[in-house]
């Protein structure tokens, strides 16, 4: 499945009108708009949903101080059209939400996409008939769609999570969430705020917000790894030499394990000497970012060859913590480094040593209630004027789960996923014939750079759909032992790693009652894409082709 870009861009009729079609889209972040383009350029009647009033998806609602990609931008974004690729220009390293916004309006429009999505609409159920194999597609606004296809674009990381904080909607101040943050500036000027929240959206947020507040109260229950992000302007000499070599970034992305044009160094952490190690993680640790957790291709897997890595981050931070009580508390001692996902910072740590930030560690002493006027612990009470909750998502499944799917038999998909999510390759759900999953649940997803991983599979789908047609099939739908053999081959491999030994989103763990499963595959972007390929070749091994009523 690697690829070059090969499509041009160009306007296509619009189909918001059309209560038929052959496909259904929800969501309108990177995956959705790519996915409408495609399907048209197929020549795909296509309608899209969309809950929010624009275009975006996670850069739409994630408007917090701070807010920025962790991916480069040069590699986080489309690489299928060459023209949209060497026309659009990059300003930092890391963009800014607001920039990435743009650039998604941007495509949307030089796409002409906009006329193909339904704004403002939130997907409610979708429901198959088994007689004619279609999918009815009911919305809130009243809408019903039936469509032959339905493309799940609903995001791995777009179902914000609100712990149950006992008395939260009695608090008197301002309550913010960073992943539904107001598009009107938000002034902390004079007020005493709190952060809830040190993952990465916490880490990139609190330093700014402690820039602003008369006092800033960072609420942390875990520790987590930040690396500095290294963030910068792009030179027009840098641009220049990225873009004439585009073609063999986006080659070495594709080939990649994460999406990006990393290459680890290529001995293993222990078989280099001392200094050379060292010298490793100094040049991974200057160019900055989650990278680091790649230094050496074993550090995920190996505990010995983990360490290293931890001993040298936990000096590179300690350097930075003037009160080594305070570094002892944000340092994390409970999981292998990167196991969970490395959070990116500019100047966190340095925050602490501000003499209008506390760091209250809400580990031994939790948070018991929030009332007017601040937040309980169980030893102390703090006076706040405004909160921020940092807290997180419901990953991988809480989009969906949201969404009544009922495939054969009346089965919905939320009670089969009761024990975890059950998918073949992350893209088909037994008894969900034609319904595909994008960045879900059995996919890289979120271990990957999730605009090359969206790409990866709209084609994968779309390939799929062209051999159906071709072939006088209705549709195509995983049979239960492939996505039990998936499920096995991805414990398996998640496994054989440090990954299961953190509490991680990964894992379900922050959600109260969720299952504890790994729910990502974890062999590698070019693996699975390898992998998918193979399917797709012999003729969509592990799928059952239908023939319609
Ligand atoms: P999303 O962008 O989440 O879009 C899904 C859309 O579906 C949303 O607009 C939502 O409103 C809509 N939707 C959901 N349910 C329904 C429904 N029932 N009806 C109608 N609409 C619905 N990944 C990286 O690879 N690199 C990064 O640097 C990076 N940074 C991130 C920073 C933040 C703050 C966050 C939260 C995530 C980040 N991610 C990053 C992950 C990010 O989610 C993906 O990179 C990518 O943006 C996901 O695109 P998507 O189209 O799959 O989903
Ligand atoms: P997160 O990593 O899940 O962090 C949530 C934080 O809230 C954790 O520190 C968690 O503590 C805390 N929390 C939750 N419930 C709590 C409670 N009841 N009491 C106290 N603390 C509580 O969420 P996120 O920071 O939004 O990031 C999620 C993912 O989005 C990232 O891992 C990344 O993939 C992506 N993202 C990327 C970027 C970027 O740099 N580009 C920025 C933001 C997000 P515990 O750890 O103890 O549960």
Not at 35 to 53: I, N, T
Not at 111 to 119: E, K
Not at 260 to 281: D, G, Q, W
Not at 381 to 407: E, N, P, Q
């Amino acid at each position: 499945m690697a690829r070059r870009p090969t499509s041009t861009v160009g306007a296509v009729s619009n189909s918001a009108e059309l209560d038929v079609v052959d496909a259904v889209v929800v969501g309108a972040g990177f995956a959705g708009l790519y996915a409408l383009h495609k399907f048209r350029s197929q020549g795909l009647s296509v309608r899209v949903f969309e809950a929010a009033p624009e275009v975006g998806g996670t850069w739409y609602f994630n408007r917090y101080p701070g807010a920025r990609c962790d991916v480069e931008s040069v590699d986080y974004c489309f690489s299928f059209s060459e023209e949209l690729q060497q026309e659009w220009t990059w300003t930092e390293k890391y963009a800014t939400q607001a920039e990435i916004l743009r650039y998604m309006n941007w495509v949307a429009d030089r796409l002409d996409l906009r006329g193909g999505i339904t704004f403002n609409t939130r997907v409610t159920s979708a429901t198959l008939d088994e007689q004619s194999l279609r999918w009815t597609v009911v919305t809130d606004t009243g809408e019903t769609v039936t469509a032959r296809f339905v493309v799940m674009a609903t995001g791995p990381l777009s179902a914000a999570l609100t712990p149950a904080f006992p008395g939260l909607d009695t608090f008197a101040g301002e309550v913010y969430h960073t992943a539904h943050w107001p598009h009107e500036p938000v002034d902390f000027t004079g007020k005493r705020v709190a952060v809830i929240g040190t993952g990465s959206s916490g880490i990139q947020s609190i330093p700014l917000i402690a820039e602003q507040a008369e006092h800033l109260y960072v609420f942390q229950r875990t520790p987590n790894f930040s690396v500095p992000a290294g963030n910068r302007p792009l030179t027009a000499e840098e641009v220049a030499e990225i873009k004439a070599n585009y073609a063999e970034r986006r080659r070495l992305s594709w080939r990649s394990g994460g999406g990006s044009p990393h290459i680890a160094h290529p001995k293993l952490t222990m078989e280099v000497s001392a200094e050379e190690r060292r010298a490793a993680f100094e040049r991974r640790w200057d160019l900055g970012g989650v990278l680091f957790s790649k230094t050496f291709s074993d550090q995920m897997i190996d505990e010995a060859a983990n360490e290293e890595a931890r001993k040298f981050y936990e000096e590179k931070v300690r350097a930075v913590i003037d009160d080594p009580a305070l570094a002892d508390l944000l340092i994390p001692n409970d999981h292998p480094i990167g196991t969970k996902r490395i959070c990116t910072d500019t100047n966190y740590f340095q925050t602490f040593n501000r003499p209008n930030v506390t760091l209250v560690s809400v580990r031994n002493t939790p948070i018991e209630s929030i009332d007017p006027t601040g937040i309980a612990t169980s030893d102390t009470h703090y006076d706040i004027d405004a909160l921020v909750l940092a807290t997180g998502f419901d990953a991988m499944t809480g989009a969906l789960d949201k969404i009544d799917i009922v495939g054969r038999d009346g089965r919905r998909l939320r009670e089969d996923w009761a024990d975890g999510p059950r998918t073949y390759l992350g893209l088909g759900v037994d008894g969900f014939p034609n319904l595909f999953l994008v960045s879900g649940p059995g996919a890289p997803a979120v271990l990957a750079n999730m605009v090359l991983h969206a790409e990866a599979h709209i084609d994968w789908i779309a390939d799929a759909i062209g051999f159906l047609d071709d072939h006088g099939y209705a549709a195509l739908e995983a049979t239960p032992e492939s996505v039990d053999n998936w499920i096995a081959e991805c414990n398996q491999r998640a496994e054989a790693t440090l990954f299961p030994k953190a509490n991680s989103w990964y894992m379900g763990a922050n959600v109260p009652g969720k299952p504890r499963v790994f729910m990502l595959f974890i062999g590698g972007f070019a693996a699975y894409l390898d992998i998918c390929a193979e399917v797709a070749a012999a003729g969509y091994k592990g799928f059952s082709l239908l023939k319609g009523a």
